[in-house]
Structure formats: structure tokens, C-alpha cells
């Protein structure tokens, strides 16, 4: 698209969507109620995802494409999602890096780190904005969990423990999810999330991975062409970082009965934060004295709360503004390159049962 006719559609911000599965549809529906922002084509060769993503778009169907190729020829997009499953991300995110359209990529950036440096090299020139969709970082709690940690509330940090107490594996088209040759393994599927959040809360690069993990429970009983599915369902992670921090997670998908689905807990030499989620609750404790201060979180731009406690819609915020300020993206592919690299090595310490080097797998 021509700088004239880009600077034309800005005043409605319009999203092109490849996947319209549940990913995709949770953005749509974001979008749908973000002021000036509109979803005016998408895509999926999946016949019910795709009727299902044109009547939350309401669209008349002209701009409803099977092929993908279909969707970047058509019409003027600001910007276009990927939310097709992961193995895919690499061919689709490399064909849409050849148009100038801005893209937010869904987690993760790839399935291996080999596809997520194809993806940064095919994004070396790209004229538009590149965004790494690790949404939870939005979460309330957890963005002023990060705020107080980097207004040193708590010292320098030490200790990094995140807990993901929470249901099974949703079900999605295909089962493409209950395998780890579809998703990279658990680690990398669901926990990129954690690991970037442990490396955004460190402010260091992770240098070693020591973890355990197992399939025990969910899934055992289904079948799918003969394949049971090989998804880890619980597992423990330590992360060594290059400053002397360390981080661990904690991962449980057969533990509905929670409170909270999400705890972090960051420990230093002054004090200690935590954040709950969904509760919508911070406490900031002081070393000196013993003083614990709880506050509930909440952002009143938020008119969408969706799967994820409002994050997506204020990162779509985020985006559209980054966008029309021609900003630097606030996540980035690399940042998603290594939150797909700790889980990466997470799973290849649990195959081998062994420390694993960030250098083995970077």
C-alpha cells in the first residue's frame, strides 16, 4: 500500500485476522468494541472457524478467504494478525512480512528457535510494525508487579517464582494443540508467557534451564487417528539468569480447583512482591519492619475482558497507538525468540534429564 493511501485509512485502524479459531476470534472480539478499530477480512481453511470469524466480524462474506494469499491481496489493511496454530506461524508470518501491512503475531513466535530466526532475518527491512503478541505482560497485576520491581520496591531481585495452577488444554480445531510436534511442547506452547515475564522482571538473559515434567493426567483417554496425545500437563522449570537471579515456574493444568489461576511472587534484597490473578491483587512487602501493603489493580481503559483479564485489549491499545506514532514495538520478535528458547530448553532438560545451557539451543 502506497504512504497516501495508508495515511487515508488511518483514521479507521483496519485489521486483517489468519485464524479465525479461538485465538483469533478472542482478538476479534477485541477489537470490536476498541473505538476507531475494525476487522474487515480474515481467513481460515476451517469452514466452521471461519463462518464463526465472519459473524463475530460481521462481514458479509466478500472479504472472508479460505486461503490466506487471498486475504494479503485484498484491499487496504493497516494491520493483520496471525493466530493459526503453531507450526504454522513460520510460512504464514514470512508471507505476510512481504506486504507492508503492520502484523501482531500470536504466541508463540514459532514452535523452534530455528523458524523464530527465520522470522526475525524475513523481518529485516520490513517497513511496518512487527509486535510479539505475549499479551499477559498487560494483565493488571502483573504490569504493576513489574512497575513496583523496577521502581526497585523490592531491591535487586533474587528470586522469581510464577505459579499457573489452571484447567486442561481447551479443545481446538484439528486437536492440533494436544501434540508437541503441532505446539513445540507445553513449555513452549503455554509457557512463553512466564518465561518472557521472568526475563522482563530480571532484566537479564537466562543462561541455564534445569527441568522436570511429565504427562500424568489430562488426555490419556483421547485419541486422535490412532495417536494419543503427548502434551505435558505439569512441570517445574528453574531459570538461571546472568546476574545471579533465578527464576522457577510452577505448572499445573489439572488443578481447576484454584483460587487463582496465575501467582507471582518476586523476592529481593528489600522486600517482596505478589500479584494474583484474577483476583486483581498486589502486596508489597518491606524487609525492614515486616510491613505488607495489598491493594486491588484494575485499568479503566479496559471494555473487554475476555480470556485473558484484558490484556489483549490493552495491548491492541498499545499497538494501534505504536503504530500511528511510528513507535518501536513494545515487544519484540526477540523478546519472543527467547521466551520460545527457555521452553525449548525446558523440554529438552526434561527428555534428557539434564541441565540444560541457553547457548545448547540459542
Known amino acids: 500500500m502506497a504512504a497516501a493511501e495508508r495515511a487515508a485509512v488511518m483514521d479507521e485502524f483496519r485489521y486483517g485476522v489468519i485464524g479465525t479459531g479461538m485465538m483469533g476470534q478472542e482478538h476479534i472480539a477485541n477489537i470490536n468494541v476498541i473505538p476507531g478499530a475494525r476487522v474487515v477480512a480474515i481467513a481460515d481453511p476451517d ?42 506461524h513460520a510460512e504464514v508470518v514470512i508471507d505476510v512480512l512481504q506486504t507492508e501491512a503492520h502484523l501482531l503475531i500470536e504466541k508463540p513466535l514459532a514452535t523452534t528457535v530455528t523458524d523464530c530466526d527465520r522470522i526475525i532475518d524475513a523481518a529485516r527491512g520490513h517497513n511496518g510494525m512487527v ?35 489452571r484447567y486442561p488444554f481447551l479443545d481446538k480445531v484439528g486437536a492440533w494443540n494436544r501434540f508437541k510436534r503441532y505446539t ?48 505435558l500437563d505439569n512441570a517445574y522449570v528453574i531459570v538461571d539468569y546472568d ?18 489461576e496465575q501467582e507471582l511472587y518476586v523476592v529481593g534484597d528489600r522486600g517482596k512482591i505478589e500479584a494474583f490473578v484474577p483476583e486483581s491483587i498486589v502486596r508489597c512487602g518491606e524487609r525492614d519492619g515486616g510491613t505488607v501493603t495489598e491493594f486491588e489493580v484494575s485499568d479503566d481503559r479496559i471494555a473487554y475482558g475476555g480470556l ?26 526477540e523478546d519472543g525468540r527467547l521466551a520460545v528458547a527457555v521452553g525449548v530448553a525446558g523440554h529438552l532438560s526434561i527428555d534428557e534429564g539434564r541441565p540444560v545451557m541457553m547457548d545448547e539451543v540459542l
Not at 148 to 156: F, K, L, N, Y
Not at 310 to 333: C, M, N, W
Open 47 to 88: 469452514t466452521g472457524s471461519l463462518e464463526l470469524g465472519q459473524k463475530q466480524a460481521n462481514l458479509d462474506g466478500s472479504s472472508c478467504f479460505h486461503d490466506y494469499g487471498e486475504l494479503l491481496g485484498w484491499g487496504p489493511l493497516d494491520a493483520i494478525i496471525v493466530a493459526t496454530p503453531n507450526h504454522t
Open 308 to 333: 485473558h483479564d484484558g490484556s489483549s485489549y490493552l495491548q491492541h491499545l498499545d499497538f494501534i497507538e505504536a503504530v500511528r506514532q511510528r513507535a518501536e514495538p513494545k515487544v519484540t520478535l
Open 243 to 260: 546476574n545471579g537471579s533465578r527464576a522457577m515456574l510452577d505448572l499445573c493444568m489439572f488443578a481447576e480447583g484454584s483460587r487463582n
Open 184 to 231: 513445540g511442547g507445553t513449555l513452549v506452547e503455554k509457557c512463553c508467557h512466564f518465561f518472557d515475564l521472568m526475563t522482563l522482571i530480571t532484566q537479564a538473559a537466562p543462561v541455564r534451564v534445569l527441568a522436570s515434567g511429565a504427562q500424568d493426567v489430562n488426555h490419556l483417554d483421547e485419541e486422535y487417528e490412532g495417536e494419543t496425545p503427548d502434551i
Open 131 to 165: 509486535w510479539m503478541g505475549l499479551e499477559y505482560r498487560y494483565k493488571p497485576p502483573i504490569a504493576r508487579l513489574i512497575e513496583e520491581v523496577h521502581a526497585g520496591s523490592a531491591g535487586r531481585v533474587h528470586m522469581v517464582a510464577i505459579r499457573e495452577h
